[in-house]
């Protein structure tokens, strides 16, 4: 959430909420969706040389590279590179070393003498540590970039617990607090009340919203205390 929030300028660290908790187990459902995709091809080069283990090794490498360049990116709505179905395929990809190793590590600890655990492997192992850091850490930063607070394939534009997906409202509060927003920018439809605006956040002290500025969102923190009423549109 606060990789989401920093694209605006905002950071928050507070005391643990429920809010994270789901945030967290909707986004971990969707890395072990892609890391059971990842799963098939894992198997299925367990038994090939290690040489192309090594080009395997390469491709995660570079397609877990590729999602956390893609991280500092503006999102473009239409492009494949900023979708869904782009985090599936190259986050599967970016899998399937660290997946592969596991399980060749998982058969040599059963059966032995057919998947050998050697110096060769254990160097593997490290390699399949690092490269499953970094396409975790890969996926992470692009889901929290581009995918955290959009629209996706299954459910659209509707808002899922979780998939934090902004709100447009409206504000309302005490004629001689609430217009004070606007020296900020705020568009304002009468002294007190807002025009429609997007609620991207809450933290426990404040709203954070969103104003549209020349295609961009900007964000605003607001204090609770001075809204009175919140209008869902």
Do not use: C
């Amino acid at each position: 959430m606060n990789l989401h929030l920093s694209r605006y300028g905002i950071t928050q660290y507070q005391v643990l909420k429920v809010k994270y908790l789901v945030v967290g187990l909707t986004y971990l459902t969707n890395f072990i969706a892609i890391l059971f995709l990842a799963t098939i091809p894992a198997v299925l080069t367990v038994t090939l040389s290690l040489l192309f283990q090594q080009i395997i090794l390469i491709a995660s490498l570079l397609t877990s590279i590729w999602l956390l360049w893609l991280w500092g990116k503006p999102t473009n709505s239409k492009s494949f590179f900023f979708s869904w179905r782009f985090w599936v395929v190259v986050g599967a990809i970016s899998s399937i070393f660290p997946l592969m190793v596991g399980i060749r590590l998982g058969l040599g600890l059963t059966f032995g003498q057919g998947f050998p655990i050697n110096y060769e492997f254990s160097v593997m192992l490290v390699e399949a540590f690092l490269a499953g850091v970094l396409a975790f850490v890969g996926q992470a930063y692009y889901y929290a970039r581009h995918l955290y607070g959009k629209p996706n394939v299954v459910f659209g534009s509707v808002d899922p617990i979780g998939t934090g997906i902004s709100a447009q409202v409206q504000l309302t509060g005490e004629k001689g607090k609430i217009t004070l927003l606007s020296n900020i920018g705020v568009p304002m439809l009468n002294p007190e009340t807002t025009d429609k605006i997007v609620l991207l956040d809450e933290t426990n002290t404040h709203y954070i919203i969103g104003i549209t500025s020349k295609a961009e969102i900007r964000a605003i923190e607001v204090a609770k205390d001075i809204v009175k009423a919140i209008r869902y549109i």
